[in-house]
C-alpha cells in the first residue's frame, strides 16, 4: 500500500483533508483489497476537497479512468464498491477535533478576519499539523460511521460518438450535445445562443 509521504507528494501539500483521505483509501482497500488497476474498484466522493487525491493515489480510482466519481454534495462521504458485484462500504466522517483552548480559538479568529502574520500563521499551521497526525493516529472507528453496502453501482465510462458542434465546429462527445432550435451544439456554444 501507497505510504502517506507518497501521497503527500502527488497532492502538493500535507493536510488534514488529505490525511482523512488517506484514512478512507486505507480503510476500502484493507476491506476490499487490491489497488485498482483497471475500474474494478469504484469510488464515489461526496465533496470536492484534498481527499479526492489520496483516493486516487491509493486506490487507483481516477477521474480520468472513470472509476472516481464526484457527486459534489459538500459531505464528508466515501463510498466504495467492487465490479461487478457491488460489494462496498460507505464511509461517513464523525472525526470532531479535540476542542481547542482559549489561546487557539484567537488565533483563528485573528485569521479568519485576515491576519496572515507570521505569529498567526506559524500558529495555524502548528494547529493543522496536529490535526492531521491525530487523524492518521486515530482507530478507524473513531474516523468514520462505517456501512457496509451492496450497490447500486454507477454506470461504466462508455465510449461514445464524437459529433461536430454546429456552431464551432469542434467535436464533441454526443450525450453532451445541446439541442437548441433545430442544431446540435457543444455547451458554450449553446450557453453563448443567442437567436
Ligand atoms: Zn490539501
Ligand atoms: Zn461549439
Known amino acids: 500500500m501507497k505510504t502517506f509521504e507518497e501521497v503527500v507528494r502527488f497532492h502538493g501539500h500535507a493536510c488534514p483533508g488529505l490525511a482523512f483521505g488517506f484514512r478512507a483509501a486505507q480503510a476500502a482497500l484493507e476491506r476490499l483489497g487490491e489497488r485498482s488497476r483497471d475500474e474494478e474498484l469504484v469510488a464515489i466522493a461526496e465533496n470536492r476537497s484534498c481527499a479526492v487525491d489520496a483516493i486516487q493515489v491509493l486506490c487507483g480510482c481516477t477521474l480520468g479512468k472513470g472509476n472516481l466519481i464526484i457527486n459534489d454534495y459538500g459531505k464528508q462521504v466515501y463510498t466504495f464498491m467492487k465490479r461487478p458485484g457491488g460489494q462496498g462500504i460507505r464511509l461517513a466522517v464523525i472525526w ?9 480559538k484567537a488565533l483563528w479568529q485573528r485569521f479568519s478576519a485576515g491576519d496572515t502574520s507570521k505569529e498567526v500563521m506559524r500558529a495555524i499551521k502548528a494547529r493543522k499539523g496536529q490535526k492531521m497526525q491525530a487523524i492518521l493516529k486515530a482507530k478507524t472507528v473513531e474516523l468514520f460511521k462505517i456501512e457496509d453496502i451492496n450497490g447500486p453501482l454507477p454506470e461504466k ?8 458542434c454546429a456552431k464551432c465546429g469542434e467535436k464533441v462527445m454526443e450525450p ?3 439541442k437548441v432550435e ?3 451544439l457543444c455547451v458554450p456554444c449553446a450557453e453563448q445562443y443567442n437567436p
Do not use: C
Not at 470532531?96 to 487557539?104: I, K, L
Not at 465510462?157 to 461536430?164: E, F, G, L, M, P
Open 96 to 104: 470532531q477535533s479535540p476542542p481547542e483552548n482559549e489561546e487557539t
Open 157 to 164: 465510462a462508455r465510449v461514445y460518438a464524437s459529433i461536430r
Open 176 to 178: 453532451k450535445l445541446m
Open 182 to 184: 433545430e442544431n446540435f
